[in-house]
């Protein structure tokens, strides 16, 4: 399995609502990311997991909140988000070792507060 | 200094043309040069990637020319293929501790059929 699986594919939310957003890879890969991608913008780099210890905080709001519950699978919980929020968001996944063997990427989770 | 530059921003060849993406970086701690691959809706794909210790990587159709002295790095697409129309970024990394990644702002390719 070379995949990393995002759901859900689509999701919107009220700006009161509380969801969650899901990553699971099966690689065996101890590193693991969310990043945050505007249209027409490259990724923005949101949080950081290595060996299921948040390792990289990029100062991102409270009303998003990581979980990595173990080393397969990372959650990204949402609450109180703005509109502005709106966004495809992605797991990365990769190996933690000296040398760099580059992300894989989910599909992303289209996501749109209104 | 942890900025990389990308161009250009929009790129439209014809098919069988050679499409051509720059980007130049300042870090010198920088030892890790991946390209990726982004159709609309999906996410970004691992496409080809370099290290400093080699000018050049080629893999089938792509290849990636890396200029240490001058801190440039440039991927070529040969044989250009409409299925090749995509946004391709470019990044560049450190081993040391950390895996984060700073990208390029993108180049939107066209390939005309």
């Known amino acids: 399995d070379t995949e990393v699986t995002q759901t859900p594919k689509h999701l919107v939310m009220g700006m009161t609502n509380k969801k969650s957003l899901k990553c699971e890879q099966h690689?065996?890969?101890?590193?693991m990311y969310w990043y945050k991608q505007k249209a027409k913008k490259p990724p923005e780099l949101m949080f950081v997991?290595?060996?299921?210890?948040?390792?990289i905080n990029e100062s991102v709001p409270s009303r998003f909140s990581p979980e990595c519950p173990n080393s397969s699978l990372l959650n990204l919980h949402l609450h109180a988000l703005q509109p502005e929020d709106s966004a495809l968001y992605l797991c990365?996944?990769?190996?933690?070792?000296?040398?760099?063997?580059?992300?894989?990427f989910g599909s992303g989770t289209r996501l749109t507060v209104v | 200094q942890q900025q990389v530059k990308q161009s250009p921003q929009s790129l439209i060849v014809q098919k069988g043309g050679i499409s051509i993406i720059n980007c130049a970086y300042e870090?010198?701690?920088?030892?890790?040069f991946p390209w990726y691959q982004q159709f609309p809706g999906k996410g970004p794909a691992l496409l080809i990637a370099i290290r400093p210790d080699v000018s050049e990587k080629k893999e089938g159709r792509f290849t990636i020319s890396f200029n240490k002295s001058a801190k440039q790095f440039s991927l070529h697409i040969m044989d250009s293929q409409p299925g090749d129309s995509a946004t391709y970024f470019c990044a560049a990394s450190m081993n040391k501790g950390t895996y984060k990644y700073i990208f390029g702002t993108g180049t939107r390719l066209k390939v005309l059929a």
């Open positions: 990365a996944s990769s190996q933690v070792s000296q040398a760099n063997y580059g992300y894989t």
């Open positions: 690689m065996g890969h101890r590193a």
């Open positions: 997991y290595s060996y299921e210890k948040l390792s």
């Open positions: 870090n010198t701690a920088f030892d890790y």
